[in-house]
T-cell receptor
Framework: TAGITQAPTSQILAAGRSMTLRCTQD?????MYWYRQDLGLGLRLIHY???????GKGEVPDGYSVSRANTDDFPLTLASAVPSQTSVYFC????????????????FGPGTRLTVL | DAKTTQPNSMESNEEEPVHLPCNHS???????IHWYRQLPSQGPEYVIH???SNVNNRMASLAIAEDRKSSTLILHRATLRDAAVYYC????????????FGTGTRLTIIP
C-alpha cells in the first residue's frame, strides 16, 4: 500500500495567493493531522480530524483551514499565504483512539516544502 | 501533555549500542511514552512506545525507570542509517491522538 501521499512535493508561492496542500491515506485510518516543521524545530500541530466530518484546531491554526469530507482525504488550505508560512508541512494519520488503548502509532507522509515569497 | 527533556545532540560509533535519554518528571499515570525518529528530509516514523514495562521491538528497546520519570531508548547496534533526530513524546491514554513534538536529540553516527 502507498500509506500516506502528499502533493505537491514542493511549491513556491507568491504572498497573498491561495493554495491547497493535498493529503491522501489508504489505510482507512479515522484520525488525520497536519503539522508544520520550521528549520531546526520540532513539528507543530496545525489542525487535526478525529473522524470524517469533524476537525479541530491544533497549536498553530491561524491562516490555515481544513476539511474532512471523507476518510481518505484531508486537504490543508492557505487562503492568503504569508512569508511566515514558509515551512515543511507533514500530514499524518492514525487509527482512532476510541475503543483502543490511546497509543496508536502515527504514520507520516513525505512532506511538502512550501516557500512563500 | 507533560513535557519531556532530551539532550540536543549525541554521537555514537557505528556498530556500538546507543542510549538516548529522556526525562519526564511530570509524567502522569495515564501517559504513554512514545519515541519517533526523523531521518534527514523525511517525515517522522514511529520507533517504540511503552507505559510501565520495558519494551522491545525490531528497531529498538525502551527502558522505563521504575518511577517513570525517565526513560531510555536503546539502539543495540547503531548503523549509519540510524542517524536521525529522535523525539521522546508523552501521550495521554485518555486524550486524543495528538503528538506534541519537542526539539528532540540529533544522533550522529561516526563510521
Amino acid at each position: 500500500t502507498a500509506g500516506i501521499t502528499q502533493a505537491p512535493t514542493s511549491q513556491i508561492l507568491a504572498a497573498g495567493r491561495s493554495m491547497t496542500l493535498r493529503c491522501t491515506q489508504d489505510m482507512r485510518h479515522n484520525a488525520m493531522y497536519w503539522y508544520r516543521q520550521d528549520l531546526g524545530l520540532g513539528l507543530r500541530l496545525i489542525h487535526y480530524s478525529n473522524t470524517a466530518g469533524t476537525t479541530g484546531k491544533g497549536e498553530v491554526p491561524d491562516g490555515y483551514s481544513v476539511s474532512r469530507a471523507n476518510t481518505d482525504d484531508f486537504p490543508l488550505t492557505l487562503a492568503s499565504a504569508v512569508p511566515s508560512q514558509t515551512s515543511v508541512y507533514f500530514c499524518a494519520s492514525s487509527d482512532s483512539w476510541e475503543g483502543v488503548e490511546g497509543d496508536n502509532e502515527q504514520f507520516f507522509g513525505p512532506g511538502t516544502r512550501l516557500t512563500v515569497l | 501533555d507533560a513535557k519531556t527533556t532530551q539532550p540536543n545532540s549525541m554521537e555514537s560509533n557505528e556498530e556500538e549500542p546507543v542510549h538516548l535519554p529522556c526525562n519526564h518528571s511530570t509524567i502522569s499515570g495515564t501517559d504513554y511514552i512514545h519515541w519517533y525518529r526523523q531521518l534527514p528530509s523525511q517525515g517522522p516514523e514511529y520507533v517504540i512506545h511503552g507505559l510501565t514495562s520495558n519494551v522491545n521491538n525490531r528497531m529498538a528497546s525502551l527502558a522505563i525507570a521504575e518511577d517513570r520519570k525517565s526513560s531510555t531508548l536503546i539502539l543495540h547496534r547503531a548503523t549509519l542509517r540510524d542517524a536521525a533526530v529522535y523525539y521522546c513524546i508523552l501521550r495521554d491514554h485518555f486524550g486524543n491522538e495528538k503528538l506534541t513534538f519537542g526539539t528532540g536529540t540529533r544522533l550522529t553516527i561516526i563510521p
